[in-house]
C-alpha cells in the first residue's frame, strides 16, 4: 500500500521522501526559521515539519517533580512547561511559513499536538500529519487527525507492537480509508545506534501493511542510509542552521551542508538496491572476457597429450569454459599449438 502527498507517491518502488524537521532550531526568529527553509530545499529535501503548539496546549505550568525534565537529557534542570515555551513555533508564524515554502516547492506540514492545532493546520491546508512518538497515545488526537482524511506519518518511539496495533485501529475505526505510514523512531536525543533496530523496519511493513520509514536522531547518516536499504520510504531528520548556536534540538540536528550530503547518499542507496536480478549487467559485459577459461600454456606439439602443465585455467576468457579440463586431460593435439593460445574443441583429438 502507498500514500500520495501533493501528488507525490510514497512507498516500494518510489523515491525515498525526505523531510526536514525544523523544531525550535529557528531560536524564536521568523527570518531565521525562513532561512531554514530555504537551506532544506537547496539541500534537496521533499519537506520541511514544523511543530505545532504552545507550552498551554501540551502541557501545564508547574514545577511539581512530575513536570521537572531529569535522567540525562539535554534539557535537565528545566519544566516541561519552560521548555516548550523556548521551542515552540509562534502559530502566527506557520501560515507565512507555509507560504514561503509554496513558493519554493517545497512541502510543508506539522506534528499537531492537541485537537486545536488540528483544527488550525486544517486552515493552513497542510497535505499530511506527522504524529510525534509521545501523542501516539492520545487517541482523541489520532481519532481528530483521521477525520481530515489527510495522510499520516506516525512515529512509534517507545512504543510496543500491541501500543502501535492499538493506534492503528483508533485511526482505522475513525477512517478506515486512511493512508498511513509508520516510521521507526528511537526517542532518545541524540539516539545511539546499536538502539535502533533497524530491521524491526521490514518486520513492521509485513505486520501492518503500509510503508515504513524512519524519523531518525542518531548524529551522521548511516542510520537514515542503512534504513533506506531496508525499505525505508520516509526518512526524517533535524535540521539547524548550526550546532555552534543555541537552541533546544540542534545538538542531534544536522547542518545543511550535512543534510545535503544525506540527501545525495540517499539516493545513491536508491540506485544500488535496484532490483532483483542476475546475470551481468549493461557495464558488466565489458569484462566477461576476463574470466578463467582453458588455454595453452605451453607450446605443444602435434600427438602430444594434454595434461595440466600445457593446458591451464587461466584469464582471460576466451578459450573452452573451465568445467570441460577433465575432459581434455589424456587427449591429444590436433596440430601444433603455440603457447597463449585459448583452447578450442577443433584443437582436441
Known amino acids: 500500500m502507498n500514500l500520495e502527498i501533493d ?33 532544506a530545499k537547496e539541500a534537496g529535501a521533499d519537506a520541511v515539519k514544523l511543530q505545532t503548539y504552545t507550552a498551554d496546549t501540551i502541557t501545564i505550568n ?14 535537565d534542570g528545566q519544566t516541561l512547561y519552560d521548555l516548550y515555551g523556548q521551542a515552540h513555533t509562534p502559530w502566527e508564524w ?19 499536538f492537541d485537537v486545536t492545532a488540528v483544527d488550525f493546520l486544517e486552515k493552513m491546508k497542510v497535505p499530511v500529519y506527522k504524529v510525534a512518538s509521545p501523542e501516539l497515545m492520545d487517541f482523541q488526537l489520532l481519532e481528530r487527525i483521521a477525520l481530515t482524511k489527510k495522510p499520516i506519518l506516525m512515529s512509534t518511539g517507545m512504543a510496543t507492537l500491541a501500543e502501535i496495533d492499538e493506534a492503528m485501529s483508533c485511526i482505522r475505526d475513525s477512517n478506515n480509508k486512511a ?16 538502539e535502533i533496530n533497524l530491521l524491526t523496519i521490514p518486520h513492521m511493513n509485513e505486520t501492518f501493511g503500509v510503508p515504513v520509514g524512519i524519523s531518525d536522531h542518531t548524529l551522521g547518516t548511516e542510520v537514515a542510509n542503512a534504513s533506506v536499504a531496508l525499505g525505508a520510504c520516509v526518512v526524517e531528520k533535524h535540521i539547524a542552521l548550526s550546532r555552534g548556536e543555541p537552541g533546544p534540538d540542534v545538538a542531534f540536528s544536522m547542518e545543511p551542508g550535512e543534510f545535503k550530503k544525506l540527501v545525495r547518499e540517499i539516493r545513491n542507496v536508491e540506485k544500488a538496491c535496484g532490483s532483483i536480478y542476475y546475470g551481468p549487467t549493461q557495464r558488466e559485459n565489458i569484462n566477461k572476457k576476463y574470466r578463467r577459461s582453458l588455454f595453452v600454456a605451453e607450446d605443444i606439439q602435434r600427438g602430444e597429450s594434454f595434461n595440466t602443465t600445457n593446458v591451464r585455467s587461466v584469464r582471460p576468457g576466451q578459450g573452452l569454459h573451465t568445467k570441460h579440463l577433465v575432459e581434455i586431460l589424456g587427449c591429444t593435439a590436433r596440430r601444433d599449438l603455440q603457447k597463449g ?9
Open 94 to 112: 506557520q501560515p507565512k511559513l507555509k507560504e514561503v515554502a509554496d513558493g519554493l516547492d517545497l512541502a510543508l506540514f506539522s506534528s499537531p
Open 62 to 75: 508547574s514545577d511539581q517533580e512530575y513536570f521537572q525534565i531529569k535522567g540525562g537529557t539535554l534539557w
Open 341 to 349: 593460445t585459448p583452447l578450442d574443441w577443433s584443437m582436441v583429438s
Open 179 to 194: 493512508q498511513i505510514a509508520l516510521l521507526k523512531c528511537t526517542a532518545d536525543y541524540p539516539a545511539l545506534p546499536e
Open 7 to 39: 501528488g507525490r507517491r510514497i512507498g516500494c518502488g518510489h523515491p525515498t521522501y525526505v523531510v526536514a524537521e525544523m523544531s525550535g532550531n529557528h531560536n524564536q526568529s521568523f527570518d531565521r526559521a525562513v532561512e531554514i527553509l530555504e537551506a
